[in-house]
């Protein structure tokens, strides 16, 4: 396969990939995005394999070890894939990014230790200082990428007992300027191996860059844990782009830089959603002071509380009602009981719509893709700034398991997540907020919400409790 049909093949794949992304940004093209995704990383797939089969030549054993990952990958990502729950989709996204971002670093230490297997150089010769700086960029990048996303992933699963793992940020004193110097220590090394290709240099820029990882992550608090799956993201497409310069791969460098770019500027877009500039999330995030406080005594409050037909009876007396998923719906799995709720609302004549917040649930788009998985309509899905208005003259709000991104304390000088838009459902008439307890949510805040005169809760399982309103209105 001579390399014009193999550019003009990666070339292909590349435009797949900008239409992947192209019909990703919205629920009703997500299908064909995923599916010219798919198309794209077939042709990049084969293509390589194709070359690899061309060049490897006699070589039967590499192609054995090479067809064999491809097998074992394949089918551990096929099974992840078709097992994984929605509440845990955002692990899994972790997950991924751990293991590229662990790709980058082995293919970046099998080219400085064999740079002739990968042509980087002839047999004998020294790598060029400039492949030594993009091997340095692309190694430091992938282990503070795989790292970070071990901790992200800890933070995400909510269930272990380690504290590096918990959704409380992690701050010390003196924090900031220890990242600084490792920082500073990190780049010094790469350009001292880019200088003179030294084996300690490059190791010790990696050890340094996998603590790096860790260190970026673990301020960061729950609520913010959206912009870092983002921000990860970005992160190990620059790893691979990095890579591929080194390697002189185009497919890398373009895939690479499309998951980069289109990572920085969605997590760009989910800071903005919080209020926060993107150096204020990554320097620590916020959240901190509130989780301690919470983690205190804390005084109890009385609430207004009901059941699922005391529910249903101010629903079915409603005109207008706007439906807020949360986490806690995703962990119920109760996305296609909420849809037949609405749908015998709607049958009765009472208007009904979804209000999404950017950064609900664990992950960019959390919200969508559990509504679009019950097939909820997309007309009746609408996105903070459009549904905000509408509050005031809904009737009633009901909030499914969501918490931070409805609190009213965000409008609060001084509070954790002062600044962060809100879903502003404390101005409907009236308020029904279905949670298992009064725990805090992930920001480790109280919720004035869940206080206020016009507010019912009801305790208990959503699916169960939204099963139950749908029986009484009938």
């Known amino acids: 396969m001579s390399m014009n049909i193999v550019t003009l093949l990666y070339l292909v794949a590349s435009v797949f990939f900008i239409q992947a992304l192209k019909g990703l940004s919205h629920p009703t093209t997500s299908l064909r995005g995923n599916l010219f995704g798919m198309v794209g990383m077939g042709?990049?797939?084969?293509?390589?394999?194709?070359?690899?089969?061309?060049?490897?030549?006699?070589?039967?054993?590499?192609?054995?070890?090479?067809?064999?990952?491809?097998l074992v990958g394949g089918a551990a990502g096929t099974m992840m894939a078709k097992r994984v729950e929605m509440t845990k989709m955002p692990e899994l996204v972790a997950f991924m990014h751990s293991m590229i971002g662990l790709a980058a670093v082995f293919i970046a230490v099998a080219a400085v230790a064999e740079p002739y297997a990968f042509g980087i150089v002839a047999k004998g010769?020294?790598?060029?200082?400039?492949?030594?700086?993009?091997?340095?960029?692309?190694?430091?990048i992938g282990a503070i990428t795989f790292s970070g996303?071990?901790?992200?992933?800890?933070?995400?699963?909510?269930?272990?007992?380690?504290?590096?793992?918990?959704?409380?940020?992690?701050?010390?004193?003196?924090?900031?300027?220890?990242?600084?110097?490792?920082?500073?220590?990190?780049?010094?090394?790469?350009v001292a191996f880019m200088l003179t290709g030294s084996w300690t240099a490059f190791f010790a820029m990696l050890a340094l860059s996998?603590?790096?990882?860790?260190?970026?992550?673990?301020?960061?608090?729950?609520?913010?844990?959206?912009?870092?799956?983002?921000?990860?993201?970005?992160?190990?497409?620059?790893?691979?782009?990095?890579?591929?310069?080194?390697?002189?791969?185009?497919?890398?460098?373009?895939?690479?830089?499309l998951v980069g770019s289109s990572g920085a500027i969605l997590s760009y877009i989910m800071c903005k959603a919080m209020n926060r500039s993107f150096f204020n999330v990554i320097g620590g995030g916020f959240g901190g002071e509130a989780t301690t406080a919470a983690s205190g005594a804390k005084e109890q409050r009385p609430v207004k509380s009901g059941s699922a037909d005391d529910a249903a009876f101010i629903l079915g007396n409603a005109e207008t009602v706007i439906i807020v998923p949360g986490y806690g719906l995703a962990v119920a799995r109760a996305q296609h009981s909420v849809k037949e709720l609405a749908q015998k609302l709607t049958e009765k004549g009472i208007t009904v719509k979804y209000a999404i917040h950017p950064v609900a649930g664990r992950m960019p788009g959390h919200m969508n893709v559990l509504l679009a998985e019950a097939e909820?309509?997309?007309?009746?899905?609408?996105?903070?700034?459009?549904?905000?208005?509408?509050?005031?003259?809904?009737d009633v709000a009901i909030i499914l398991g969501a918490n931070d991104v409805v609190n009213p304390a965000a409008?609060?000088?001084?509070?954790?997540?002062?600044?962060?838009?809100?879903?502003?459902?404390?101005k409907a008439k009236t308020v029904i907020?279905?949670?298992?307890?009064?725990?805090?949510?992930?920001?480790?805040?109280?919720?004035?919400?869940?206080?206020?005169d016009k507010t019912m809760m009801v305790f208990g399982d959503a699916k169960k409790?939204?099963?139950d309103m749908g029986k009484a209105i009938e």
């Open 376 to 394: 909820v309509p997309y007309d009746q899905v609408f996105e903070m700034e459009d549904i905000n208005a509408e509050f005031g003259q809904a």
């Open 149 to 190: 996303s071990v901790i992200a992933f800890g933070k995400l699963s909510g269930k272990y007992k380690f504290r590096l793992f918990q959704g409380a940020p992690v701050s010390f004193p003196g924090q900031h300027k220890l990242n600084l110097v490792l920082g500073l220590l990190t780049l010094g090394l790469g």
């Open 411 to 426: 409008h609060v000088k001084g509070s954790a997540i002062y600044g962060m838009p809100i879903l502003e459902a404390y």
């Open 43 to 70: 042709i990049a797939i084969l293509t390589t394999g194709a070359l690899i089969v061309e060049t490897a030549g006699s070589n039967a054993g590499g192609m054995v070890y090479v067809l064999g990952a491809l």
């Open 465 to 467: 409790i939204i099963e």
């Open 210 to 257: 996998f603590v790096m990882g860790v260190l970026i992550i673990i301020p960061i608090g729950g609520a913010d844990m959206p912009v870092v799956v983002s921000m990860l993201n970005s992160y190990s497409g620059w790893a691979a782009a990095g890579i591929g310069f080194s390697l002189n791969n185009s497919m890398l460098i373009i895939a690479g830089s």
């Open 433 to 452: 907020v279905n949670k298992r307890s009064m725990a805090a949510g992930y920001a480790g805040l109280d919720n004035e919400l869940f206080y206020m």
């Open 125 to 140: 010769e020294e790598i060029p200082a400039g492949n030594r700086l993009e091997l340095f960029l692309g190694a430091a």
